[in-house]
């Protein structure tokens, strides 16, 4: 078990002006589970396979512990891999799957069957330990992709979206177990992937990346409740937080007609910026129908049970707009309601260029 | 009740409608093969089963099985046979050795791959007798060959390579012309593989040596069966090459050209060659079931897991 540590990390393919990830600093926790995050694009996988050693880093290092493995092939660098498509080896039955690092060791059979029955017990797998991998669900296969990790006791886990390859409601339940797993063996892990609901739910920490770009690594709670940049603030969060662009005037920022109450730190930035347009950011929760404030007519009301988004169009800056508004699970409100819609939480300011105003 | 009963007949019948309309457009396809493969193949069996001489001419008498009672228990066939096994076991083999060696090196990306490949291909894609040519006159002569041209430079004596190992510059010329063959399956097997099995193995810290054999090669393994299998079922047929390169000189005749040695090559023995040739068929028959068999195998393909 070891911190993984990435020092201005840079990943430039051949023939590409753009690094795919550009300069990274990270450091992760002994133990920790570092969720990479972020749209397709964004370098994550990159970062990934940086650490695994499947990728040169062509500026920058790379630490496992206090090893610096930049330069070190994948085999010396004691980690171990779950690949989005598992990547099983066909031909071998799972417990040959499990157990073939354990081989290249040269770890004894006995030992090698001891650990491979251990993992397999944890996993649930001890029946399906002579089938071959097309013989098996896809459940299953993920199931001998991360037994295949966990029988090598590594310093480090790595999993490129391990989880994309399962269907909806199997995926909300490996991804506790997987969680709950993790804790337990207390690995190191580092996680990737494109669903930010995966990484807020799995994630000790969430780091988000954008065109290779770091953009903010934190608590899954601050993420959400202190975006640093507008593409945080948009991407963090489902239904995504409402982002009005608007003027700065003299009594400060509004929406359409509804003007907003701002954290003295943002009002104190605001006029140091002397900026002529912000966005403004409200989370749907922190929205409601009420009978004063914005008036707009309801366009869609999408109703889960336990709450339902409401859809509503406003005019701002003589323009229609669509704000999302999170409402009671028993809403009345139907399509084409005239309904006025008010602040009822913290708001977000961000700049032209994206970052964060005040706290 | 009536009602139901015409309903399902009147469902047999679109059903029989259905099966015609799909095997209209196969009859042309299937009387053809059978004009041209079946009936000759009928006439043979016939044929295997007479003794017919042409010269001098004598009429033809049903002998029964008697032809392949003397077929098998004429040496020179047993020879024949014989020599057919080793020229397509040695051909096959080194076939695919090379083929296999060649494949993994293709497979990785290098300045005109496109290029080597093409150039790789082409013996393939040369006619036998053509490639038979080639080799006796250019390659192996002792007067005019490539080969004596750079061992008299080497201070050598010159060889006569047809005459001192007429089977071995046959088996040569067929690895020659189906190594590429075997290449192209072969790649095409390692182009299937997936990428992240391979660095699946690295992270697993396999050496080069170990994914090879025990990642890559077992991949390879329905490969190199189609391979084998085929190229068996074309080279056991080989004339082509024995009839330009040695003309059936010592321990190259293989069946093919014994048959046609007894028959229009100046034994006019036609009863007993067809005898011959349609044991040549039965073999071909018994290899091309199990290749089939190992086809159709691939086509429903490992589960990419």
Redesign the interface.
Known sequence: MAEVRYENASRIYPGSEIPAVNELNLDIDDGELLVLVGPSGSGKSTALRMLAGLEFVDQGSVYIGENDVTLSPPQDRDIAMVFQNYALYPSMTVAANMGFALKQQKVPKAERMERVREAARILDLEEYLDRKPKNLSGGQRQRVAMGRAIVRKPQVFLMDEPLSNLDAKLRVQTRTELADLQARLGVTTVYVTHDQVEAMTMGHRVAVLKDGVLQQADRPRTLYSKPVNRFVAGFIGSPAMNLIDTDVTSEGVAIGTLGLTLDPSVSSALTAQDDREVTVGVRPEHLKLSTAGLPGEVTVVEELGSESFVHVTVEHRGEPLVLVVRDAGETTTTRGDIVHVDVAGPTHVFENGGARLGE | MAATASRSEAVKKLQRREAWRRRIPLLPALLFTIVVTQVPFLFSLWYSLTEWKIVPPEPRQFVGVDNYVDLFDSRFFREAVWTSILMTVFAVLLSVILGTLIALLLDRKFFGQGFVRTLLITPFLIMPVVAGLVWKNQMYSATFGVFNWVIEGLGFDRIEFVSRWPLWSIVIVLVWQWTPFMMLIILAGLQGQ?A??L?????????PR?TFF??TL??L?PYLELGVLLGSIYLIQVFDHVAVITGGGPGSTNVPYFVFQRSIGGGWQFGLASAYSIVVVVASIIIATFGLRVLSGLLEG????
């Open positions: 997936s992240s099995v660095e699946a193995a690295r992270v697993d810290g396999a050496s170990a025990q990642i077992p991949h393994r490992e589960d990419p897991a």
